[in-house]
């Protein structure tokens, strides 16, 4: 499928934190895959809605309605990565956050596009009580995921079926978005699903290295807790969320690359 327009709803995975900076903004997966799409395609456009700390419904209100204004049949691709906040929640409620899922991907799907839906890393290679926990809501959330998918036709990318995942090196500092390898080899993921053309090595594992020692472990921990810890922490006193405020990165259809 030769692709004319991309539009990318969601939630800091799809505006791209934490990749390269870029002209003000995080550039992202999303970004590289419409580059890719854009190749010999003067007439391409992109759209990407995605704002951080987005819960499923606030995707669904503010991103969804835009997006299917724009859709103009099976060439417009549109990715819908959302829900991951949510299951992170200490309040999660399981049923709620699936159904909406389920509708609102139903409804992108009965728009005309193409549609591409994600499945979470449950296995983070984290050996904490969160991650523990985490996983185990990622299972059923995924387990929804692909259900969805497999009823409405929509492409599909599990990460859960490649192990390099695991390797934290592909997260950044904060300890919960991608750095730009990460970002990279997910938009090599999206494009591989799609049918394009990627980079052979895109799943080929970082070379092994050593754990850090004690001290430099010790020294991180208390760096990530004052510098991301403690902000995440106050945000969720004051009910506020890191995306309070912002806009999205392309919000009307941009001829790509700029």
């Known amino acids: 499928m030769n692709y004319q327009r991309f539009i990318a ?3 800091s995975m799809t505006e791209g934190m934490t990749d390269e900076f870029v002209n003000g903004k995080y550039r992202g997966w999303a970004d590289r895959v ?18 951080r700390g987005k819960l499923i419904g606030q995707v669904a209100r503010e991103q969804v309605p835009q997006a299917l204004k724009l859709i103009e049949g099976k060439s417009t691709l549109v990715s819908f990565h959302a829900g991951a906040n949510d299951v992170i929640r200490p309040k999660y409620n399981s049923e709620k956050v699936i159904a909406e899922y389920t509708k609102t ?15 979470v890393l449950e296995n983070t290679g984290e050996d904490t009580k969160s991650a523990k926990i985490w996983q185990k809501r990622f299972q059923v959330f995924n387990a929804n995921v692909k259900k969805v998918a497999d009823e409405v036709g929509a492409i599909l990318l599990d990460p859960n079926l490649d192990l390099f995942w695991q390797d934290r090196r592909f997260i950044s500092d904060d300890r919960l978005h991608m750095n730009a390898e990460g970002h990279y080899r997910a938009a090599q993921g999206v494009l591989f699903v799609l049918g394009k053309t990627v980079d052979e090595n895109w799943r080929k594992p970082l070379p092994s290295k050593k754990p850090d020692l004690l001290a430099l472990r010790i020294y991180k921990n208390i760096k990530w807790f004052i510098t991301f810890g403690i902000p995440w922490m106050s945000r969720r006193i004051r009910g506020r969320s890191s995306g309070d405020g912002r806009s999205p990165k392309y919000p009307v259809p941009t001829k790509w690359p700029l």
């Open 9 to 11: 709803l969601g939630d």
């Open 34 to 51: 419409a580059d890719s799409l854009a190749k010999d395609n003067p007439g391409f456009t992109y759209v990407n809605l995605a704002v």
């Open 105 to 119: 991907a139903k409804a992108i799907a009965a728009g005309g596009s193409t549609l591409m839906l994600f499945c």
